[in-house]
């Protein structure tokens, strides 16, 4: 870890003060630019999705042919990997200099990007836009939400939350220029224009992300008891006392049936309003409400937790999330009339696009305030991999549902067993949650109850 990291160590007297007081704010911005551009671009693909899916029923294109979920693997494989590599992202961030990481992640998420541009196969895309791009915005969006909670304590909620609005904001604006740009001068040059702009936002604000004095010399110690050559693959172990411990067992379960659930109406939202009646530019505008409310949501929810508490928050919301898709959701496509349907459907994504998208703001700073921050980046890593392979069971199985129940029309009642399936896994996430809530409270009674036994 360089010495560079410490600014008391790089300006001197009142300058050296003045920085540190506005390091967490620098951070803030930088790590939602980082947010907005990773995360965002991924969250957009849903633009790419209904365009080749047009083409693949055109001759002559790179998706001729293709089946939706051949198509849909994109964007699974690059939101799956997004957390899946996890675990390595988060061990560099502490082996090297966050930034160091983070340009690394500018220079493949573009090369992604502009890979995909010049591709002519669908499996070409599969390994540029959703590998390659997953890949990418995992070392983008990993030291943003490792390196950005450890700035703060009282505010860790609504600073996280902000952050992590950065997916929703960015879930409005990159649809919307990906539409203009697409019409405008054609989707190749609408990936290339995007890989020169992400390499600018991700390189740009990568430079400002750095460990809070505090952490630093635990990291430098940790880093010091093996030899370099050998930390480049090694995995930052979680502290066997803590993996099997009840409450890291809840969250994980928590963590993988909220995952699994969580993106399977966000891929669908447009799909499902077609067979609503709606047209192909009124569709894509439910991803957009979709991701405003996502923003919304992250914000004000992360500032209510900071004061109802994060676990509480955590409950209440994964809980209305899973109420809003079997109350929304689920009569919306049993729905006899298009009219009910609609207006069941309209409510549900705002509801959704509030609740369900709170729990990936409360989810890092849960791990604070259950592990400590001593495990949070071992902990962190682990769940986070958790995360993106219960992603990458959840949607495709949630797409083969939709496939399953339909041959020729595709109507409403296709999202049935979805929906179903998406409201019992999120009830299933709460009670999980519910668990590790009340496992944070037996281990803090007892913990209080050896303090008093010891100071009698």
């Given at each position: 870890m360089e010495p560079s990291l410490t600014p008391m160590q790089v300006d001197g007297g009142n300058l050296a003060t003045s920085r540190t007081r506005l390091q967490p704010a620098i951070i803030i911005i930088a790590s939602t630019t980082l947010v907005f551009t990773g995360c965002g671009i991924n969250f957009a693909f849903g633009v790419f999705q209904e365009l080749y899916d047009s083409m693949s029923k055109e001759p002559n294109t790179p998706f001729t042919g293709a089946t939706p979920a051949q198509i849909d693997l994109i964007g699974t494989l690059s939101i799956a990997l997004m957390t899946i590599g996890a675990p390595f992202a988060t061990a560099w961030t502490k082996q090297y200099p966050p930034?160091?990481?983070?340009?690394?992640?500018?220079?493949?998420?573009?090369?992604?990007?502009?890979?995909?541009?010049?591709?002519?196969?669908l499996w070409q895309f599969i390994l540029t836009q959703g590998v390659l791009l997953g890949m990418a915005t995992c070392l983008t969006y990993m030291p943003s939400v490792t390196v950005a909670p450890t700035w703060f304590t009282l505010h860790r909620g609504l600073a996280m939350g902000i952050i992590l609005a950065g997916t929703g904001i960015g879930g409005v604006a990159w649809p919307l220029a990906f539409r203009y740009l697409i019409q405008s001068v054609g989707f190749r040059n609408t990936l290339r224009v995007t890989a020169g702009i992400s390499f600018v936002l991700i390189c740009g604000s990568g430079a400002f992300i750095r460990w809070p004095a505090s952490q630093i010399t635990r990291i430098q110690a940790e880093n010091a008891a093996?030899?370099?050559?050998s930390t480049f693959f090694r995995l930052p172990l979680v502290d066997w006392r803590v993996v099997r411990s009840r409450k890291f067992v809840a969250h994980a379960l928590g963590a993988a049936l909220q995952?699994?659930?969580y993106y399977t109406p966000v891929f669908f939202f447009a799909s499902f309003a077609r067979t609503l009646g709606y047209s192909q530019a009124t569709s894509a505008n439910f991803i957009a409400i979709s991701n405003a409310a996502n923003a919304i949501g992250k914000v004000v929810i992360g500032h209510a937790a900071d004061r109802m508490g994060r676990l509480n928050t955590l409950v209440l919301t994964t809980?209305?999330?899973a109420v809003s898709v079997l109350a929304l959701w689920l009569p919306s496509c049993l729905s006899s009339t298009q009219s009910t349907g609609s207006t069941l459907f309209i409510t549900f994504t705002i509801f959704y696009g509030i609740f369900a998208s709170a729990y990936v703001a409360l989810f890092p700073t849960s791990l604070v305030e259950l592990f400590g921050v001593q495990n949070f980046v071992s902990v962190n890593g682990f769940l986070y991999m958790v995360r993106g392979f219960a992603?990458?069971?959840?949607?495709?199985?949630a797409g083969a549902l939709i496939r399953g129940n339909h041959e020729k029309s595709v109507g409403p009642r296709s999202y049935e067993n979805t929906s179903i399936m998406v409201g019992v896994?999120?009830?299933v996430a709460t009670l999980a949650v519910?668990?590790?809530?009340?496992?944070?409270?037996l281990t803090l009674d007892a913990a209080v109850g050896r303090r008093m036994k010891w100071l009698m």
């Open positions: 930034r160091y990481v983070i340009w690394a992640s500018g220079i493949i998420h573009s090369s992604a990007l502009l890979f995909a541009s010049f591709s002519q196969h093996s030899s370099r050559s995952s699994a659930a809980l209305i999330s992603t990458l069971v959840g949607t495709p199985v896994l999120l009830v519910v668990w590790a809530r009340l496992e944070a409270t």
